[in-house]
């Protein structure tokens, strides 16, 4: 009896992450205002301690020690009170000189003790103002460079409307400004060109197709009509259809591009069910079972849209599967705030170094072209647009035995 071979073990996954770690305290990250406040302040404290040094050495230079401003030549029974020396009560002229000497050291060491500790608090408190004014200036130089880089995010979520249209004066930030400006107008109209060049390329080319379909049904339709040419219309049909996908797919890709900016609340989980149902007869003439549970997911979005997610994410799980004993597993749920859509499937083993060409039009798993009749190459670009298009992401991974899981996140 023959012994089933084991599956294909899958390929090692990358050990590291393309976004990069976050920094355990995002909050005391060196930006731009943290370094300059830094400079400033090293700057006043640099300059303080400086001062500070010469005025010490200026002031003792003037309390010399040898400078004593009385000296006792003769006497007797001289008497001297002092209340922060020890000076003998009795004595000869020498012992009261000597100790009016100690005295006045003692003084001026005293002095530049006290002289000292002043001045460090009065610098560290100099200090303190000096870093929270320079904080406080530097946010208001560098408050143009915040409003670039807000407009900036604005353009990330692919808003190319937004401008900057700094105001003040003359000078290098609005120079940036204005030249941010201006590449934002060139990208609008790049991009507002090559949209509507795809969508009205997929329209136009939308009636010949309807036309030849029309014409090639209706003559296959002919029950007089040669074998030969019933079977030539079939591949034309076929052909027919693949290429009304592929407008269809390059006419909502491009239409998945920009932002949803109308959003209703709709249920992932309502939204994967509806792609299964369109997907089970699929997956039931390739032997393919669909599972899963799929739980309550509410995100703010193009229903629409989202379901083609679904949909294309399920289709490829069924196409590209086992021939036998396969299974594709949709689940939804609601993870760290966000809705999360999870599809995985049995199927061929993906090296981790493909994946990110599985996202490129036109790609599949070792070919470029649309060499087969798995469809035209076109879900997951969709599928990685409408995603970006709701703030979200999707992300792919070899999944051990074969097959592959993508992770859909969206925010809630």
Same mark, same amino acid.
């Given at each position: 009896?023959?012994?089933?071979?084991?599956?294909?073990?899958?390929?090692?996954?990358?050990?590291?992450?393309?976004?990069?770690?976050?920094?355990?305290?995002?909050?005391?990250?060196?930006?731009?205002?943290?370094?300059?406040?830094?400079?400033?302040?090293?700057?006043?404290?640099?300059?303080?301690?400086?001062?500070?040094?010469?005025?010490?050495?200026?002031?003792?230079?003037?309390?010399?020690?040898?400078?004593?401003?009385?000296?006792?030549?003769?006497?007797?029974?001289?008497?001297?009170?002092?209340?922060?020396?020890?000076?003998?009560?009795?004595?000869?002229?020498?012992?009261?000189?000597?100790?009016?000497?100690?005295?006045?050291?003692?003084?001026?060491?005293?002095?530049?003790?006290? !002289? &000292?500790? /002043? %001045?460090?608090?009065?610098? =560290?408190?100099?200090?303190?103002?000096?870093? @929270?004014?320079?904080?406080?200036? #530097?946010?208001?130089?560098?408050?143009?460079?915040?409003?670039?880089?807000?407009?900036?995010?604005?353009?990330?979520?692919?808003?190319?409307?937004?401008?900057?249209?700094?105001?003040?004066?003359?000078?290098?930030?609005?120079?940036?400004?204005?030249?941010?400006?201006?590449?934002?107008?060139?990208?609008?109209?790049?991009?507002?060109?090559?949209?509507?060049?795809?969508?009205?390329?997929?329209?136009?080319?939308?009636?010949?197709?309807?036309?030849?379909?029309?014409?090639?049904?209706?003559?296959?339709?002919?029950?007089?009509?040669?074998?030969?040419?019933?079977?030539?219309?079939?591949?034309?049909?076929?052909?027919?259809?693949?290429?009304?996908?592929?407008?269809?797919?390059?006419? !909502? &890709?491009? /239409? %998945?591009?920009?932002?949803? =900016?109308?959003?209703?609340?709709?249920?992932? @989980?309502?939204?994967?069910?509806? #792609?299964?149902?369109?997907?089970?007869?699929?997956?039931?003439?390739?032997?393919?079972?669909?599972?899963?549970?799929?739980?309550?997911?509410?995100?703010?979005?193009?229903?629409?849209?989202?379901?083609?997610?679904?949909?294309?994410?399920?289709?490829?799980?069924?196409?590209?599967?086992?021939?036998?004993?396969?299974?594709?597993?949709?689940?939804?749920?609601?993870?760290?705030?966000?809705?999360?859509?999870?599809?995985?499937?049995?199927?061929?083993?993906?090296?981790?170094?493909?994946?990110?060409?599985?996202?490129?039009?036109?790609?599949?798993?070792?070919?470029?072209?649309?060499?087969?009749?798995?469809?035209?190459?076109?879900?997951?670009?969709?599928?990685?647009?409408?995603?970006?298009?709701?703030?979200?992401?999707?992300?792919?991974?070899?999944?051990?035995?074969?097959?592959?899981?993508?992770?859909?996140?969206?925010?809630?």
């Amino acid at each position: 009896m023959a012994t089933t071979p084991a599956p294909p073990a899958a390929p090692p996954k990358p050990t590291w992450d393309p976004r990069g770690a976050e920094p355990p305290f995002p909050w005391v990250r060196p930006t731009i205002r943290i370094r300059l406040t830094l400079l400033y302040g090293g700057m006043f404290m640099i300059a303080g301690i400086l001062l500070l040094s010469i005025i010490y050495l200026l002031a003792a230079a003037a309390l010399h020690s040898g400078n004593t401003p009385f000296k006792i030549l003769s006497g007797q029974n001289v008497t001297v009170a002092s209340g922060s020396c020890q000076i003998p009560a009795t004595g000869n002229a020498q012992e009261f000189n000597d100790a009016i000497s100690r005295c006045m050291a003692q003084q001026r060491q005293h002095a530049l003790d006290s !002289l &000292l500790t /002043r %001045s460090l608090m009065a610098l =560290v408190g100099l200090s303190v103002i000096a870093f @929270a004014f320079g904080y406080a200036m #530097a946010g208001r130089v560098l408050s143009p460079l915040g409003r670039i880089t807000r407009t900036a995010r604005r353009v990330a979520g692919t808003d190319l409307t937004r401008r900057i249209e700094l105001d003040g004066p003359d000078d290098e930030l609005k120079e940036l400004a204005d030249t941010f400006d201006d590449m934002l107008d060139r990208l609008e109209r790049a991009f507002t060109a090559q949209q509507r060049f795809v969508a009205n390329a997929s329209h136009e080319l939308r009636t010949p197709l309807a036309i030849n379909r029309t014409l090639l049904e209706v003559h296959l339709s002919d029950p007089g009509a040669p074998v030969e040419l019933h079977q030539l219309g079939k591949t034309l049909l076929a052909t027919n259809e693949r290429s009304e996908q592929l407008v269809e797919g390059l006419l !909502l &890709l491009a /239409r %998945s591009e920009n932002e949803i =900016v109308d959003r209703k609340p709709v249920d992932l @989980a309502e939204v994967a069910s509806r #792609a299964i149902d369109q997907a089970r007869g699929e997956a039931q003439a390739k032997g393919v079972e669909i599972r899963g549970e799929r739980a309550y997911a509410v995100v703010q979005g193009n229903g629409v849209l989202l379901e083609r997610i679904a949909l294309n994410l399920v289709q490829n799980a069924v196409r590209y599967n086992v021939p036998q004993g396969g299974w594709v597993s949709v689940t939804t749920e609601l993870q760290d705030g966000q809705a999360v859509l999870v599809v995985s499937n049995t199927g061929p083993v993906v090296p981790a170094y493909e994946i990110d060409n599985l996202f490129e039009p036109f790609r599949r798993l070792r070919t470029e072209r649309t060499g087969s009749d798995k469809g035209v190459g076109l879900g997951l670009s969709i599928a990685r647009s409408v995603a970006r298009a709701h703030g979200g992401r999707i992300i792919a991974e070899p999944r051990e035995g074969g097959g592959l899981v993508m992770r859909v996140t969206l925010p809630v």
